[in-house]
């Protein structure tokens, strides 16, 4: 057979051919950059088995998607909507109000501070976005940090915090679980502190408007971060996804989420009027809808709100106490109660339980490690509701526990000549300090003054002890200054200008002036009390960058 016709040239035939060869070449793959894709293909390789397993998880029916609704009045704890509000859910980002949670603790504990500086480790910047794009060895600020969860949603920024907290993402995922059973939230388990999918990272939106409720409960002052618009990285601003924020009237926070296995998520707070919910969507099909849907959720559910304050105790953390039993030895057949929650009795200061047992020889002395050395104390008197079965006053008390409840064992001096009718006095945990602050001082302002008790001594010379120390129940230990001024009308503008610029601040602050004499000049300071260490730092630092002269000073 002939390729050529005859008087065909060649010329045309071989053009075909090269262009063949061409159109070859070009299809195959330069080995160089086959090798840069198999190395990229590499790097990825575990998030793509991450997703593996989040769509195995789907096909085998270990969870479905679709949505679930509730909305919760958080005035009164009643469900005002719900739909299949206990199925289970991925959360995607709504994960990070609990991260979030518990950075808040360390806050409140003093382990780290706003400016504190995390360092970012390799695994954190190699999250999947979204993320800031934090580089291995360098640090974010802890209140950077935060933001950058709140707006961005940033992955990268949210493992950062896991490392500082738990010291590995796994380790503080466990303990994010282990809080999410205290708060209640039974059928919730945290796999990572992101929310990237993970088949086991489950949820509900009831268990959801629970952490709503209670980030806001127990941390006031660090939930307002959920309410920034925009947040300024590296000299560009970053907008907070949360769309309804600015849009719906008394949004005020929470929190969005979205992967393909979720769908589109949303944590919101409202509050109108002195009406408070908390909304929670999950499975949205879209942003657009699930906005949509939120927004019509609060219009139809605020009216139907509860407009006189709260009336539900607040949502309390509920763990067993650890009590070794070496250090607590209770007398026989003698109950010994359940330390309650100090969110749903902040008042209460002690429950009294009084047994008689047989002579002790000598009185226990204070546990090895105890904090709270016996020593007289003065008090401002507090009435409290009529106690039966009381130890009497002049009891020795000395402390055997430095657990959750403070155990204290009490020897009477009513008893028979030659006997001591020991007791067992078991003191409430004591609520963080700014709450007892302003919630003692509304007391004791509303109560009728009342003498004090008076106070003794005890020693090994004298036959009536002493009562076991009280905490002052006046100003809290810490306090800030804001400047002296020679007229007291002077120092009280100052502090009114100090509290109306910043409500959020220094809005349960107690503001008080304080004459002092220096030669023949008088001065007036004026003083905030009602602070802890850290929050007194901390106010002074926001104080200052407002031009206010501030001085963080120990009462």
């Not at 605020?302 to 763990?319: D, F, M």
Request: with cysteine; hydrophobic share 40%.
């Amino acid at each position: 057979m002939n390729v050529l016709a005859p008087g065909q040239s060649l010329l045309p035939f071989a053009i075909r051919v090269i262009a063949i060869a061409a159109a070859f070449a070009i299809a195959l793959p330069d080995p160089a950059d086959a090798r840069a894709k198999n190395s990229r293909s590499k790097s990825s390789s575990a998030a793509s088995e991450q997703r593996a397993r989040a769509a195995a998880a789907t096909s085998s029916g270990q969870w479905r998607s679709g949505y679930a609704a509730i909305v919760v009045d958080a005035n009164t704890g009643k469900v005002l909507h719900e739909s299949e509000p206990d199925a289970l859910r991925h959360p995607a980002s709504v994960t990070k109000i609990m991260t979030l949670y518990m950075l808040f603790e360390q806050l409140e504990a003093g382990r780290l501070r706003l400016d504190s500086q995390l360092p970012v480790s390799a695994r954190a910047s190699a999250q999947e976005p979204t993320k800031l794009g934090l580089k291995p060895g360098s640090t974010i600020e802890v209140e950077d940090a935060i933001k950058a969860l709140v707006t961005k949603s940033a992955n990268d920024a949210a493992v950062v915090i896991a490392e500082a907290v738990g010291g590995d993402e796994a380790s503080f995922a466990a303990q994010m679980t282990r809080k999410a059973r205290a708060l209640g939230m039974s059928r919730t388990t945290f796999k990572n502190a992101s929310g990237l999918p993970n088949p086991e990272q489950v949820t509900t939106a009831r268990d959801l408007s629970v952490l709503g409720r209670a980030i806001q409960e127990r941390f006031p002052r660090y939930y307002r971060y959920f309410f920034t618009r925009q947040f300024v990285w590296r000299g560009g601003a970053i907008a907070n996804h949360n769309k309804l924020l600015g849009r719906v009237e008394g949004v005020d926070g929470i929190k969005t989420g979205y992967t393909r296995a979720s769908g589109f998520n949303l944590v919101t707070s409202a509050k109108r009027n002195g009406r408070h919910i908390v909304g929670v969507v999950l499975g949205g099909r879209s942003g657009a809808s699930r906005d949509a849907q939120m927004a019509s959720l609060i219009e139809a559910s605020l009216p139907k709100a509860y407009a006189g304050g709260q009336t539900v105790a607040r949502i309390a953390e509920v763990e067993p106490a650890q009590v070794e039993p070496a250090q607590v030895e209770p007398a026989e057949a003698v109950p010994q109660p359940a330390p309650r929650p100090m969110s749903r009795e902040p008042l209460a200061l002690a429950a009294i339980a009084v047994a008689d047992q047989a002579p002790t020889a000598a009185i226990p002395q204070p546990a090895p490690g105890s904090t709270e050395p016996l020593r007289p104390t003065a008090v401002r008197s507090v009435p409290v509701g009529p106690v039966t079965n009381t130890a009497p006053l002049g009891a020795v008390v000395t402390r055997a526990s430095a657990s959750s409840a403070s155990t204290y064992t009490t020897a009477s001096a009513s008893a028979a000549p030659g006997q001591i009718a020991p007791a067992v006095i078991t003191i409430a945990p004591e609520p963080a300090p700014h709450t007892l602050d302003a919630q003692v001082r509304a007391y004791a302002a509303s109560a009728q003054p009342t003498r004090p008790a008076s106070i003794q001594v005890a020693s090994a010379q004298m036959a009536a002890p002493a009562v076991p120390p009280v905490r002052h129940a006046g100003r809290s230990e810490w306090m800030i200054q804001i400047g002296a001024f020679p007229a007291e009308s002077q120092a009280r503008d100052k502090l009114r200008e100090a509290q109306n610029r910043n409500k959020g601040l220094l809005g349960n602050a107690d503001p008080f002036t304080e004459k002092v004499v220096k030669g023949s000049t008088a001065l007036y300071r004026a003083r905030f009390a009602g602070f802890d260490e850290e929050r007194a730092h901390e106010a002074c630092r926001v104080l200052k960058k407002s031009d206010f002269a501030c001085m963080p000073l120990r009462n």
